[in-house]
């Protein structure tokens, strides 16, 4: 975390009857950073962003904005704005009414209201949408009217809530460089909630994955991606080939784990500071598997680490390409499925794999991550 | 030239009013509906004192109507009723409307049950229980100066006519976006100031609906009216009535067309802004 603390979350619990939503979540987000939350639906995100804005109370814990206990404050009287799932935007308004109702209420005068609103509806380039009503406006023009009405009243903290699930796929990708373009130009903290891991890994610098209500990893995109703390993580950003197994060595500069999915043990690179004979899952992105073919038994030469590690025989089951990249289904000799992908740098090239080929899978002793729970 | 090649087309499965039978239908059912309506006005300008045989046209039965006082009273009564327990029924509708679908409290399905009883109760129930309540409970004063002595017509009126509205505000409330209201408020709105820029304008074309029925109900009534009015406070329904009991003149006829043109215009202005209203928030 780079700048001061802006918003400090403290043991915060949302209870519906004998439902948690949100159990005991404790986290600091920093001035002018982009956090996403991110989880898979019903993990209690939008509930913890619900409270940050003020929608709904906190069974226990407190959040501080700026040093102040805004716990039990009142939407209207935070210094938080929020941009809605469904965009809000009020339908019987016009765009600039829109803008400028958070100024209205505020007692903002006529003039400067004028001013801000189209200061605003610039920034997100509506300005020649003004008098258009929202019935007139596009999926991904009405974002951007909640945008600016959010935006336009100048808060420190913007809320937003699944920003992009609603807009179509070349949209939303035009839309998470614009919004990160729009967040580096206001400069004001910016706290999305997502489900989707794509979105939240482009446009956020720090993320905090939830599963249940509980916080599981708060890390940089790359840390959760490259370190997950455990499976969930794992498994939530992007795919993994987990394997459960038995930490066999683990010495301060190597680990060798003996998994029974695979036909030789896994080496790692680096201590894990588990007790030794403990149950542990190895995880390894299907990018970073190796895919050669097998002929005969012959095994196939590798560099660093000792031979007889980290390979293992099988055969192809299944393939689906994706235009940039080909996922494979391997088939290991236990019946365990690993997925391997393949970039496909070349049009035409000599042609890869088929179903049904035997290969010999193999990969770094670097890229192995190893998960204690 | 594009009807004739459209006749020759073959026949759709849902071209129901291409199809004979039901045309004929069609027409039985607009005759059932509307020749007696339409025999009422056009009688109205028969010469004849006698409603069985047209002997002449004119307007003189019209000019008869606005000369008797009794009955421009009765119809200024009748409207001031009118708009006197649309006014209430609607402000009384919407609150309850708002509360049934915002709250949760003890005893909601009572209350709700209890809002849609005088829907259900039949009218000659509603209209001696009135009586009774204005004669013995709650009397209320004769001599009262005008419009208050209208006052036990108006409440009976309201109590019949605001859960009509309460029942069509509520049914436009089940498609309000709560973030509408959401944000409302995240922009700095308290409840009050929230509910009046969001959940009202969301709420107004059924206003409007409610509104409409109710004046018409009121304007309508006879039942009800006819226990809780006294000899100073008659309506124009009830005097009609009372003209019939002789014998129906054109008088009536002409009285009765001009009720129907009233109607149908207010109807008719009243969709009007409903349609528009709904054509704007159809998305939300």
Redesign the interface.
Known sequence: MTAKTLIRIEGLTKRFGDFVAVDDVSLEIGEGEFFALLGPSGCGKTTLLRML???EMPSEGRILIDGADMSRV???KRP???V???Y?V???MSVKDNVA??LK??GVPAKQREARVYDALALVKLEDFAER???QLSGGQRQRV?LA??LV?RPKVLLLDEPLSALDAKLREAMRFELAQIQDKVGVTFVMVTHDQDEALAMAGRCALMQKGVLQQVATPSDLYEYPNNRFVADFIGSINLFEGRLAVDEPDHAVIQCPALDTPIYVDHGVTGASGATVWAGIRPEKIDMVPRHGEARPDRDGASAGHNLAAGQIRNSAYLGSETVYEVALAGGTIVKVLRSNTRRYEERGFDDGDAVWLSWHARSPVVLLS | MTLRTRSREAKGPLDYARNWPLRIWIALVLVFLYAPLACLVAFSFNESRRNIVWTGFTFDWYGTVFGDDELITAFVNSLTIAALSTLASVVLGALVAVALWRFRFPFKPVFDGLVALPIVVPEICMGVSMLVFFSRVVPWPTDLPWPLDLGAIVIAHISFSFPFVAVIVRARLASFNRELEEAAKDLGAGEFRAFIDVLVPHMRPALIAGALLAFTLSLDDFVITFFTSGPDTVTFPVKVYSMVRFSVTPEVNAASTLLMAVTVVLTLIGLKMQGKDVAKMGNG
């Open positions: 804005a003020g929608l009142p939407p209207n938080v704005n929020m809605f799932q469904s809000a009020f339908p019987h109702y958070g209420v505020d009503k929202p019935d909640a009405r959010a009243k």
